[in-house]
Structure formats: C-alpha cells, structure tokens
C-alpha cells in the first residue's frame, strides 16, 4: 500500500503529487461549501436547508458518494463564461439508506437558482441510467427555478431527456420527488411522471403558469402558495401524495416509504420484524362496525386493528377522502390497503376516488406488493357533474388497474357492496384470488329500498297502505336477496368470516399467495382508459 508522504518528488515540478493533492483538497473544499456563507444564509433564511444538509438528513451518515462533483459549464455569453460553478447547481450521487442503496440528486438553489442547464440536465441524466442500471429507487430533492434562461433550448433539450428517463424507469425503480422550493413551468412534469410526491408546506410549489401570467391571461389574482402550494396540491389536485409542515419531517417521512417499498420491480418489499402476533383477534372489531349500514364509521381504526402495531401509511390522505390508500405490515410483509371511508361521503366511489385507487393499484402490481381490499361501498357517486365529466372513463381506470394486477389480492366485504361498485372494487369475477365477507355483508344490485321501489313498484302504488307495503317487500327481498350468506352459497365470496379472526385470516391467506405465478398475454401494452 502506497503512503501518500512516501511519494517521491518529481523533477521539473515543484509541487510534485503533495502539490496535485492539495491542489485537489482546495477545489473539492470549495466545491462542498458552494458559493459562500451569504448564500447560504440566504437560504436558510427563507426556511430551507441547502442542497448538502437535505442529502445528509436523508441517507446513512457517511454513505453518500458523490458523482461529478467537479464538472462546469461550458456556455459562454450573458455573463456565463465568468460564472462557471463547481457542481453546476446539482448535486448527484448514491448512499444507503438502512443499509440500502438509493440514487439522489438535489439542486442547489444557491447555485443560478437550481436552474437547469445543460452541464446540469447532463449530470441528472447520468444518475438516472445509473439508477436504472443498478435497479435501486431514484430520490429528487427539487429547488430550482426552471431551465437556465441564458442557455436557452439547450436547456430546455435537457429536461426532455430528463422525462423521458423518468417514463423508461416507471414501474422498474421506485421513483420519488421531494419539493423542496419552486417548481415551475415544463420541470413540474418530471415529479408528475414519478411514483410519489413530497411536498413542505410555504416553501415549495409546483405550476405550469406562475400568478403573474395567470393575472395577465384571465384576470385572477392568486399567491404562489394559492395556485400551486402543498395543501393546494395535497388536497384539491392531487399532485401531492404527502405534506408536512418542515423538511426535516418530510425527509424522515421519504426515509419510512423507501423502507415499505422493493429495490426495483424483480423484488420484493423487505419484510421487517414483527412482535404483534399473527393470531392476535381482532375483538374491537365486532363493535366499531355497526350492522347498520346507514351509519358511518372510521375505516382508519379497521385497518389500525388489523395491521401489525397499528401503523401505516396512507397515500394521498387529504385527497378523495372517500376512500384510503395505504402501506402497511401483516406479520412483517409490506401490503396495500384500499378501503372505502364510510366517514365521507358514505364511502362511495367518484372521478377522483377512481383515479386515486387505480393509480395506487398500479403501483403496487408493478413492485409486488399485494392488495388488500376492504369494501364498504353504496355504489357511485350520482350526479350530473359526475356524468358529464366522465365517471364512465374514470371509474374504468380502477376497474382496469385491478384487472391487470398479478400480484396476490384478497377482497373483504364488511357491509355494503352494491352495483357496479361492488364489481370494481376487486370482487371475485374481476380475479381477486380469495374473496372473504363478514356476517355483515350486504351484496346486492342495490340496496334494499331502491331495489324494493323498482321491483315491486305497482305493489306499493295499489296498496290501501302504500308504507306498510313497502316496508313488507324491503324485508322480502332483503331475505331473499341480500342475507349475509346469498354470496356464499353461489360461490361468489370463499367464506364468510368471523371479524376477530380477519388479521390471521388474512396473514394466512398472503402466505399461501407468496409464490403466486400469473402471466397477463403477450403484448406490447396495454390502452389504460384515460
């Protein structure tokens, strides 16, 4: 092993390899602090962390290895030729993150804004194929201002490539963007291409057209946070999968998804120790339900009782409240959770339930993570909007993306499962491997009193006394059709199951799924309804 002092001075240089090492030394220091302590003052105080302190908070102290820490830009004109930065404004690399190895890049809003150029589009570039080569997940930790204006369409080239990384990677790495400040115009696109979305409240935003060109084009006048905030995004579009209040929060939030989610789509999620036991009962269950079914209750505190210790992680919380999205453990293994949310708007299914289940549905296949799916649904949401803006299409995108998963699904009837809704939401004819219900269930056309006031319509209108009429065929054909055992007895659920017994009924039931082997036919894609 060579001794760096051992080195022995070479002729005609007087500074010989020290000299080269030191030199070095020097332009690393000075690429690591960046462009001077003003700037980061600057930074910090607008409430934001500098590129290196957000890298640090979300990978393995001392794991990061950084790629091109060195390269510049070679533009000239405006000015550029004398502004030529170590690191261009991005920093990209690789470390681990409980021991695993993630992919990173980050922009240096004290650097041209976190502008992209084309040194810089070039480095995200890199890490992205080198992401995509070693089947590990892709983090961006976005603060940047756009393309570089004074680079013009060859910056703008840059971020073509940049969505067309992020379509070639969807599906085979998990892909995850952190706002972290401003995303504006075209660069809003990659996040949107990426599986999960991280934003912090007050500092970052995302838009296509600032305030100032939305004033200018339709008269509205609106702040940044008011057109393109996090709770705007987390809560009305849907951009958002996850708001916080602080960096420090979202990043340890990014460090606990990495944690339920595969390397890449030829693995499987890792499976954590467990000390909640897989026979534990369930016996909360039989009261927080109520048989019946025109009463709400909180889906959450279901799927707190069934996962293992309780916790999960919802996706897209605050949006489409009407049904919940979440990872959790069953003895370990990571599993989704799609449930209706009977605390809003009676758990029915509309556009953006629609699109928010299949999209989670679709990421989940494609990482091997199985469903588990909790149905509690009176049908779709009727009404005039609904219809006129395309519930058929939307709607069709979750009975799609379930129609198209391979990897292990298990339904769960506790109450209500009605229409076409009750198809959708992973029902046994669509291909869910194993179909359970509670003594609870009510599966049905629809419910009750609707189905009595068509089918025995002229009945109820000759009768002396319509009411009782009514009230008599309601119990007929709720006794003929909707008893919690019709499904059984014609096969179209596998048992009906006792709600204390659901967590090891289901644990067991994934077990014997593990090894699953399901093939879709050979194509080149599929026509996903849009």
């Known amino acids: 092993m060579t001794v760096l002092n051992d080195i022995p001075q070479v002729a005609g240089e007087p500074s010989g390899a020290r000299g080269r090492v030191a030199e070095l030394h020097e332009i690393r220091a000075q690429a690591l602090a960046g462009p001077g302590g003003k700037a980061t003052v600057a930074q910090h105080a607008k409430g934001k962390l500098t590129a290196r302190e957000r890298i640090e908070l979300l990978l393995d102290a001392g794991s990061f290895r950084e ?15 004398a502004k030529r930065p170590h690191t261009d404004g991005v920093i990209t690399g690789w470390g681990t993150v409980e021991g695993r190895t993630v992919f990173v890049y980050a922009h240096d809003f004290r650097i041209f804004g976190g502008a992209l150029g084309e040194a810089h589009a070039t480095k995200i570039h890199k890490i992205m194929d080198m992401a995509i080569a070693a089947g590990a997940p892709l983090i961006s930790l976005n603060d940047g201002a756009g393309a570089r204006i004074q680079e013009g369409v060859s910056a703008l080239a840059g971020y073509g490539g940049i969505f067309q990384r992020n379509t070639r990677a969807s599906g085979v790495i998990p892909q995850i963007s952190v706002m972290l400040g401003p995303c504006a115009g075209g660069a809003a696109y990659s996040p949107a291409l990426t599986d999960f979305v991280f934003m912090v409240r007050e500092t970052s935003q995302m838009f296509i057209t600032g305030p100032d060109v939305v004033k200018a084009v339709t008269g509205e006048e609106i702040t940044q946070n008011g057109l393109g905030g996090a709770d705007v995004h987390a809560e009305t579009s849907g951009v958002c999968h996850f708001a916080y209040d602080d960096e420090e929060t979202c990043i340890a939030e990014v460090r606990y998804l990495l944690s339920l989610l595969p390397q890449n789509n030829r693995e499987f999620p890792p499976r954590a120790p467990c000390a909640d036991p897989p026979t534990r009962r369930c016996q909360v269950l039989l009261d927080l339900v109520p048989a019946d079914g025109s009463r709400p209750y909180d889906m959450a505190k279901v799927i707190e009782e069934i996962v293992d210790d309780g916790e999960y992680l919802e996706v897209h919380e605050r949006w489409a409240r009407n049904i919940v999205c979440a990872l959790a453990r069953l003895d370990g293994h990571v599993v989704a959770v799609v449930a209706n949310q009977p605390q809003s708007l009676a758990g029915v299914l509309d556009i953006e339930a629609s ?56 339904s769960l009837i506790l109450r209500k499962a009605y229409g076409g809704a009750y198809i959708v939401m992973d029902s046994q004819s669509t291909g869910a491997d194993l179909t359970y219900a509670w003594p609870t269930n009510e599966i049905a056309v629809m419910g009750a009193e609707g189905a009595a006031g068509v089918i025995f319509r002229r009945q109820i209108a000759e009768a002396d006394d319509p009411e009782a009429m009514r009230a008599r065929m309601v119990k007929e054909y709720t006794s003929e059709l909707m008893h919690p055992y019709y499904a059984a007895e014609r096969g179209l659920v596998d048992d009906v199951i006792d709600p204390a017994a659901t967590r090891e009924i289901l644990i067991r039931s994934l077990a014997m799924l593990r090894t699953k082997q399901a093939d879709l036919p050979s194509r080149k894609h599929g026509n996903p309804p849009q």
């Open 67 to 81: 790629v091109e820490q060195l390269r510049r830009h070679r533009a000239t004109g405006f000015g550029l030729e």
């Open 355 to 410: 699109e928010k289940a299949a999209r989670f549905v679709q990421m989940c296949d494609a990482f091997s993570i199985p469903l588990v799916t909790l149905v509690d649904v009176p049908g779709f949401l009727p009404g005039v909007g609904q219809e006129h803006d395309g519930i058929i299409r939307h709607g069709a995108k979750l009975l799609y993306a379930y129609c198209n998963a391979t990897v292990p699904r298990i």
